[in-house]
Each structure stands twice: as C-alpha cells, then as structure tokens.
C-alpha cells in the first residue's frame, strides 16, 4: 500500500522560505514520479511542481525562480523549497506520486495534504 505523508507547513510571512517534505512508502520511491499539488480556498487543485524518477523537475509558471523540488532516494523523501513566498501560495499543498518514472498523465497516489498560509 502506497502511503505519501507531507510535513512542514505552517504560517509564514510574505518574503519567507518554507521547505516542505513527504515521505514515501509502499513501494520502491526511486523508479516513480513525484509531485506537488496545491489547492487554496474556492479553487481548483493546481499543479505545483514534479520530478522524474531520474530527477528532472517540472515546474508551473507561478513556481519558476522561487519553488525546488528534490528528491532523496535514500530517505525515500521529496522536499519542495519554497522561498519569496507570496499570500497567493497560501493553499493545502498536496504531496502525489504517478505511476510511472515521467511526469505524465495524473498521480496515481496522494497525501492528505499539508496548510501553508501566507500572511502580507
């Protein structure tokens, strides 16, 4: 059984960092996709960022220059950096996990999800 949990959440100031962690297990982490997914009040989850089993990232555009995400085979984890942060990235943010090595399609697999609030 594929169990994703997320941490690092809180509140935080505009400008701050927050790195954001999810531990996999399961099955073997390494081969699999990871990504991050966020969802604020009244809209629609949004892609946040991923990485290949190989460890290409993927970016959305609100993330570029600001978001990082990695990953640790060895603790079968992945993190998102995330620094100059905005209100705007206030949201649940989403830990998942697809179901193949790429970033394609839908994760197969989610997190409950971690609060990230951004004060102005």
């Known amino acids: 059984q594929v169990q994703l949990a997320e941490s690092g959440g809180g509140l935080v100031q505009a400008g701050d960092s927050l790195r954001l962690s999810c531990a996999a297990s399961?099955?073997?982490?390494?081969?699999?996709?990871m990504g991050w997914f966020r969802q604020a009040p009244g809209k629609e989850r949004e892609f946040v960022a991923a990485i290949t089993g190989a460890g290409s990232p993927h970016y959305a555009d609100s993330a570029k220059g600001r978001f990082t995400i990695s990953r640790d085979n060895a603790k079968n984890t992945v993190y998102l950096q995330m620094s100059s942060l905005k209100p705007e990235d206030t949201a649940v943010y989403y830990c998942?996990?697809?179901?193949?090595?790429?970033?394609?399609?839908?994760?197969?697999?989610w997190g409950q999800g971690t609060q990230v609030t951004v004060s102005s």
């Open positions: 998942a996990t697809y179901n193949i090595t790429l970033v394609m399609g839908d994760p197969a697999y």
């Open positions: 399961g099955r073997t982490f390494s081969w699999y996709a």
